[in-house]
Structures are given as structure tokens and as C-alpha cells.
């Protein structure tokens, strides 16, 4: 079992940079590929990025490449993503997840949610 909770979301500016945290409890976090996700009122939840179980590899979606970047550190539990050059349509919960298995882009294959945090980009 892996409990997320994810953590650093808030109201932000255009243009402007924030940090989300997602700190892990047990001790096999570093077994587990991480990913990010969001979801958008009345949308479907979106693939954001994705990091290795050593961190050494990353995957983005389009959307947020060369703006976001996905980092871990296995000795904290703990998963980031620095979003910087925020614009109005990143607004949505963002959710960290972690998988045992599948495709680093496919929500049906992690096994382990967060709550979310709330992210709000004004223009």
C-alpha cells in the first residue's frame, strides 16, 4: 500500500511558477514509477509527466514540455513537479500517482492516487 498526499497548489498569475510536492508513506516508494496527472472542470483526467523509479527518466505530454519538469527523491518519498510559465489553461486539480505496471500515460494503470491540489492560473 502507498499513501500520496499531494501538496503546494494555490492562485497564481500567468506567466508566473509554483511547485508541487507528493509525499509517499511506505517503504517501497522507490519501486514505483511516479506520475502527474490534472483534471479540468467537466474534462477527463490528462497525463501531465511521469518519472522513472530512479528518476533518471522522465516523459511529458506536449502540453507542458520545456514548462514543467518532474523530479523525485527517493531518500524523502517525496515526487515534484516545477511548473513554471503558467498560463490560465493549466488550471485544474493535479493529482500525483503511482503505478506497478502499464503505460506511464494511462490513468487506468496506477494503482495509488492523491487527493489532488488545486492549481488556479489567472490571466
Known amino acids: 500500500q502507498v499513501q500520496l498526499v499531494e501538496s503546494g497548489g494555490g492562485l497564481v498569475q500567468a506567466g508566473g511558477s509554483l511547485r508541487l510536492s507528493c509525499a509517499a508513506s511506505?517503504?517501497?516508494?522507490?519501486?514505483?514509477?511516479m506520475g502527474w496527472f490534472r483534471q479540468a472542470p467537466g474534462k477527463e483526467r490528462e497525463f501531465v509527466a511521469a518519472?522513472?523509479?530512479?528518476?533518471?527518466?522522465?516523459y511529458y505530454a506536449d502540453s507542458v514540455k520545456d514548462r514543467f519538469t518532474i523530479s523525485r527523491d527517493n531518500a524523502k518519498n517525496t515526487v515534484y513537479l516545477q511548473m513554471n510559465l503558467l498560463k490560465p489553461e493549466d488550471t485544474a486539480v493535479y493529482y500525483c500517482?503511482?503505478?506497478?505496471?502499464?503505460?506511464?500515460?494511462?490513468?487506468?494503470?496506477?494503482?495509488?492516487w492523491g487527493q489532488g491540489t488545486q492549481v488556479t492560473v489567472s490571466s
Open positions: 518519472v522513472s523509479r530512479s528518476g533518471n527518466s522522465a
Open positions: 511506505g517503504r517501497t516508494f522507490s519501486s514505483y514509477p
Open positions: 500517482a503511482a503505478r506497478s505496471r502499464g503505460s506511464y500515460h494511462l490513468p487506468p494503470d496506477y494503482d495509488y
